[in-house]
């Protein structure tokens, strides 16, 4: 394979093994070797408190999964939740409220199955930006970090915890509102 930003070849990959390491190491460089982070940071004081995992929004996390997207080989897979709802979230609110109280995360939940894709339409396969790494988990892992995803959010908004201009991730935030915004700033400037 040749390295995408040299013209010459550093490294011929011909079994599926080498080309898997090669992606690896394109995909996921090594750590630091220091870190960035002053260890002498002091936080701020936690602008609310953690309430448990409500059924209402395991409802509407389930609700917002798609039925048949790839889960981590093994798992159960999304149509199992969306189909089943009414019978699975008063044992998934007790599941999620135990892992909560006892502060305890899954070691299995950790694991992730990481599978490589070619981009379609590109004209060389040899180049590793060819291809794109998708990361496949349990649906319990993600509809759990759904549930604290939807939580965080929330009280983000809540509070104006973030700024006026920030369009990522936030609900009734689209990228035309953010095309819109940066026009009419434009236009206002003209």
């Not at 070619?118 to 349990?138: E, Q």
Request: glycine content about 4%; charged content about 25%.
């Amino acid at each position: 394979m040749k390295h995408p930003m040299s013209r010459q070849v550093i490294w011929e990959a011909t079994t599926n093994k080498e080309k898997g390491e090669w992606l690896f190491k394109e995909f996921f460089p090594p750590k630091p070797a220091v870190s960035t982070v002053d260890p002498n940071h002091e936080y701020p004081e936690p602008k609310w408190k953690y309430q448990p995992v409500t059924d209402e929004c395991l409802v509407r996390c389930i609700a917002k999964m798609k039925p048949y997207k790839a889960m981590r080989s093994g798992t159960v897979p999304n149509c199992v939740y969306k189909n089943n709802a009414e019978l699975l979230v008063p044992w998934l609110g007790n599941i999620y409220h135990a892992i909560d109280k006892l502060d305890y995360y899954p070691p299995d939940w950790r694991n992730t199955e990481t599978v490589v894709l070619r981009k379609p339409g590109k004209p060389d396969y040899t180049n590793p930006l060819a291809h794109r790494p998708i990361v496949l988990s349990s649906g319990h892992t993600r509809l759990y970090n759904a549930t604290k995803t939807e939580q965080i959010i929330t009280m983000a908004e809540k509070l104006n915890l973030l700024p006026s201009n920030h369009y990522g991730g936030r609900p009734g935030r689209s990228t035309m509102d953010a095309i819109h915004s940066i026009v009419k700033r434009t236009k206002d400037a003209w």
